[in-house]
């Protein structure tokens, strides 16, 4: 049996009045005189291409392969075309052309779908990570059958097109769409049910200011405190509720939180192109307290947990819960983490200081906030590994 093919990160790319200029009254190109690229199409398509996405070319070429639109003057055109591209490193890893016209009925001419349909079998849209980009009402109603978001072009030829079918009902630029696509927040949602816990979470990593909001609501306060923390100086918005049967205790509810947290921060992250990755040697004091942290988002779980409660519980978490957040967290999210609690230095331990539970608990929980959002910062948009996984 065969698997089923992992979905891809794609965009979907009409040509005329997209890649290159249509001209107005034939709505055709001819020649190369007319060949002139839409501006910014070179540096917008190379930042997306770096980024990971596929590139698919799809456009409706009228009666192509006739006297009206000869099929050699079109391939030519095209051959210039990608060439120029390709010149820049930019590669269209699949060219689909519909040559009906609208009296032909066919399956494949935009809004329809006929001309991907086969293709997107084998290498499936990644649904929260696809685009069209286009011009046209057609090409925005393709988008909707494909289940994507279009990008409307800014089109001096077609400027008044439907813009209800293009993403924020605006028309765009290629700076505009590729800085939109790449800077846009990485967010994710998640359900999880089980018989002991009724969970759903709602993640942003990129909080607009830096400071995340949060709405926690888990049944146990000074839980709910820690993640509180968590979103704030992690800088993510992060809401949270969770049923669960606390009649028997805290436990259920704390490693199922954990682990849907740890799968959302996943899921927000994708494929965690052009992030910093580690955060490492963060020491966070507070008072008496110093934790020592370093982490690296590395896709392989592993954690060192080392801290010591002197009490037995912070309000109504018990502490042996605490090690067990940050193993299934990061079981859940795939981090490597390394943890050191004490008071204060650990080559000068004891000193007579007596640790503070709560200031324990807290600093574990804040560092672990700074370290994911140094971690997940993004600086460019290769992978940080040289296997090119992570
Ligand atoms: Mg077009
Ligand atoms: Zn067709």
């Given at each position: 049996m065969q698997a089923n093919p992992a979905p891809r990160k794609t965009l979907l790319i009409d040509r005329d009045g997209t890649l290159i200029h249509e001209p107005s009254?034939?709505?055709?190109?001819?020649?190369l005189e007319e060949l002139r690229l839409l501006p910014g199409v070179i540096t917008a398509l190379h930042r997306l291409s770096c980024a990971g996405y596929d590139l698919i070319f799809v456009s409706n070429q009228d009666a192509l392969g006739t006297a009206q639109n000869p099929r050699e003057n079109y391939e030519y055109l095209n051959d210039k075309l990608f060439a120029l591209l390709g010149g820049e490193g930019i590669e269209f890893a699949a060219v689909f052309t519909c040559p009906h016209i609208p009296a032909d009925g066919c399956a494949c001419r935009k809004p329809g779908t006929g001309m991907v349909d086969a293709y997107l079998r084998r290498k499936p849209l990644l649904l929260s990570d696809s685009f069209m980009v286009g011009d046209r009402g057609t090409d925005g109603r393709f988008a909707g059958n494909l289940g994507i978001p279009a990008f409307l072009l800014d089109s001096e030829t077609h400027p008044d097109e439907d813009r209800t079918l293009s993403v924020e009902q605006k028309l765009w630029t290629w700076p505009e769409l590729a800085h939109y696509i790449l800077q846009r927040p990485r967010c994710s949602r998640l359900a999880r049910k089980t018989k002991e816990t009724d969970i759903s979470i709602e993640l942003n990593l990129d909080a607009p200011d830096g400071q995340g909001r949060y709405q926690i609501a888990t049944g146990l306060h000074f839980f709910d405190h820690m993640l509180e923390q968590l979103s704030r100086h992690g800088g993510m918005d992060l809401s949270i509720s969770c049923k669960g049967d606390l009649e028997i205790d805290a436990h259920h509810t704390v490693e199922d939180v954990a682990l849907a947290l740890g799968q959302a921060f996943a899921d927000a992250l994708g494929d965690k192109r052009g992030i910093v990755r580690y955060s490492w040697e963060r020491v966070l004091v507070m008072d008496e307290v110093r934790c020592e942290i370093s982490i690296d988002l590395s896709g392989r779980p592993y954690v060192v947990f080392d801290a010591d409660f002197?009490?037995?519980?912070a309000g109504d978490l018990p502490t042996e819960m605490v090690e067990h957040f940050f193993v299934s967290f990061c079981s859940a999210a795939k981090i490597n983490l390394h943890l050191h609690c004490h008071s204060g230095h650990p080559d000068h331990p004891g000193k007579g200081l007596k640790p503070n539970t709560h200031h324990m608990v807290e600093a574990c929980f804040k560092a672990l906030a700074r370290c994911l959002k140094d971690a997940v910062r993004r600086e460019g948009t290769g992978i940080s590994s040289t296997k090119g996984l992570l």
């Amino acid at each position: 049996m065969q698997a089923n093919p992992a979905p891809r990160k794609t965009l979907l790319i009409d040509r005329d009045g997209t890649l290159i200029h249509e001209p107005s009254g034939t709505f055709q190109v001819n020649s190369l005189e007319e060949l002139r690229l839409l501006p910014g199409v070179i540096t917008a398509l190379h930042r997306l291409s770096c980024a990971g996405y596929d590139l698919i070319f799809v456009s409706n070429q009228d009666a192509l392969g006739t006297a009206q639109n000869p099929r050699e003057n079109y391939e030519y055109l095209n051959d210039k075309l990608f060439a120029l591209l390709g010149g820049e490193g930019i590669e269209f890893a699949a060219v689909f052309t519909c040559p009906h016209i609208p009296a032909d009925g066919c399956a494949c001419r935009k809004p329809g779908t006929g001309m991907v349909d086969a293709y997107l079998r084998r290498k499936p849209l990644l649904l929260s990570d696809s685009f069209m980009v286009g011009d046209r009402g057609t090409d925005g109603r393709f988008a909707g059958n494909l289940g994507i978001p279009a990008f409307l072009l800014d089109s001096e030829t077609h400027p008044d097109e439907d813009r209800t079918l293009s993403v924020e009902q605006k028309l765009w630029t290629w700076p505009e769409l590729a800085h939109y696509i790449l800077q846009r927040p990485r967010c994710s949602r998640l359900a999880r049910k089980t018989k002991e816990t009724d969970i759903s979470i709602e993640l942003n990593l990129d909080a607009p200011d830096g400071q995340g909001r949060y709405q926690i609501a888990t049944g146990l306060h000074f839980f709910d405190h820690m993640l509180e923390q968590l979103s704030r100086h992690g800088g993510m918005d992060l809401s949270i509720s969770c049923k669960g049967d606390l009649e028997i205790d805290a436990h259920h509810t704390v490693e199922d939180v954990a682990l849907a947290l740890g799968q959302a921060f996943a899921d927000a992250l994708g494929d965690k192109r052009g992030i910093v990755r580690y955060s490492w040697e963060r020491v966070l004091v507070m008072d008496e307290v110093r934790c020592e942290i370093s982490i690296d988002l590395s896709g392989r779980p592993y954690v060192v947990f080392d801290a010591d409660f002197p009490r037995p519980a912070a309000g109504d978490l018990p502490t042996e819960m605490v090690e067990h957040f940050f193993v299934s967290f990061c079981s859940a999210a795939k981090i490597n983490l390394h943890l050191h609690c004490h008071s204060g230095h650990p080559d000068h331990p004891g000193k007579g200081l007596k640790p503070n539970t709560h200031h324990m608990v807290e600093a574990c929980f804040k560092a672990l906030a700074r370290c994911l959002k140094d971690a997940v910062r993004r600086e460019g948009t290769g992978i940080s590994s040289t296997k090119g996984l992570l």
